[in-house]
Every structure is written in structure tokens, then in C-alpha cells.
């Protein structure tokens, strides 16, 4: 994937999230963003409820047409990042005790990056982008995707909290 493409990406994410007000437009610009800016063969958003489960919020790629694998805080990858607040990076999802592998996810992961959602210190979600292949994933990847939760991030509180208002 070129560098142009991956900026261009960003780009259109900070644009859209610049414009956009309402939560779900934005999470769907955010997995788009991710797919965009990282390739991989799937990307989600999942935010965290205050009974500390990661609600799949969007989802782009692979497996949409299957119901969201769920997941709480402190279970697998992506609970790994909600209790840690760090982004990481599996290279082989066989090799990585963190990594749980569901029924009705309905595809197969061999690698994976997730990134934590942060909002005033606190984890609000995971964005993670996940690939068939093993070894998919560069460093700048990681980076990439944290960019993107990064950029999102007010976006996403922001949207929560009018959600709730209104």
C-alpha cells in the first residue's frame, strides 16, 4: 500500500470526523480510516460499556456478515489493550497466548493490531484491523492505527455523550 493512499486516508478521516457529528457515521469513518491507512482483511470499533464489555460498534472487511464475536475487559487481545491502555501488535495469533479465537467470529485471524480509544486519560474502546495471513503487520502499522484511534477519539466521546442527550 502506498504512503499516498495511507495519507490520504487520514486525511479523509480527519475531514469527515471534522464534519460529522453523529456516532455512528463516525465509527464508520474510523473502519474505513483503518482499512484505509493499514491493509488488512478486517477492522473494527468496539466501545466499551460501563459493564466493561466491547461492544462492537463497526466493522468493515471480513466476517461482517456474521454476528460480532463478544468480549469483554481483560479477555483476549483486545481486552489485553482495554486493561492495558497500549496498542500491540500479534504476529502469529497461533504463537499468542493473548489471542482467543471464537466460533462465531466466522473467519480466521493469523495476525492482528489493536489500538486503545482513549478519552481523558480513560480507555473508551479498541480499534483493531486483523489479516488471514500471519507476519501481516509492520511496526509504522502499529503507528498508523494508533494515529487513527488517536484522531477519533474526541470524535467518538464527543458523539457518545450528545448521543446520551438527546
Known sequence: MSAERKLNGLLNLTRRL?????????????????????????CSVRILSRGEALLSAARSGDGIMHNPAPFSKGEGVLGWVVEMGLPTKVDDTALDPRFVEKDEQGFGIGSMLAAPILSAGRVIGVLSVAAKSAHCFSDDDVLLLELVANASASSIAAARVRRLTD
Open 18 to 42: 471534522r464534519d460529522e457529528e453523529k456516532l455512528d457515521s463516525i465509527l464508520l469513518a474510523v473502519v474505513k480510516a483503518g482499512m484505509e491507512t493499514v491493509a488488512a482483511d478486517h
